[in-house]
């Protein structure tokens, strides 16, 4: 395998795992707003989280704070954090033989 595949593969694992652990924190901070607002019997809890309770907690964040620019940072680091993985294993699984 040559070097440059390497690279690629090991920068596009780290970027995948920095985006993944920003995309934690900014969901907890989402988490946090949305139950400072919340009483405490509709709370979100920390822990143990599906698909309804993901959307619900998105339906409230988006209603409880229209114009907040924290679901468009988590998605965007989603997505930079996607294409690092893609473009690693792009890298991985080439056959660029004319490139060195």
Same mark, same amino acid.
């Given at each position: 395998? !040559?070097?440059? %595949?390497?690279?690629?593969v090991i920068v596009g694992i780290t970027?995948?795992? $920095?985006?993944?652990?920003? *995309?934690?924190?900014?969901?907890?901070?989402?988490?946090?707003e949305v139950n400072r607002q919340l009483?405490?019997? !509709?709370?979100? #809890?920390?822990?143990?989280?599906?698909?309804?309770?993901?959307?619900?907690?998105? %339906?409230?964040? %988006?209603?409880?704070?229209?114009? *907040? %620019?924290?679901?468009?940072?988590?998605? #965007?680091?989603?997505?930079?954090? #996607?294409?690092? $993985?893609?473009?690693?294993?792009?890298?991985?699984? *080439?056959?660029?033989?004319?490139?060195?």
């Amino acid at each position: 395998m !040559n070097t440059w %595949r390497i690279a690629c593969v090991i920068v596009g694992i780290t970027g995948m795992g $920095i985006c993944g652990f920003a *995309s934690s924190v900014l969901w907890q901070e989402m988490v946090d707003e949305v139950n400072r607002q919340l009483p405490v019997q !509709n709370r979100c #809890g920390e822990y143990w989280w599906y698909l309804d309770k993901s959307q619900r907690l998105l %339906r409230e964040h %988006r209603r409880l704070f229209p114009s *907040s %620019r924290l679901r468009k940072r988590m998605w #965007g680091t989603g997505l930079i954090g #996607g294409m690092s $993985i893609l473009a690693a294993g792009i890298a991985l699984f *080439s056959r660029m033989e004319g490139w060195r």
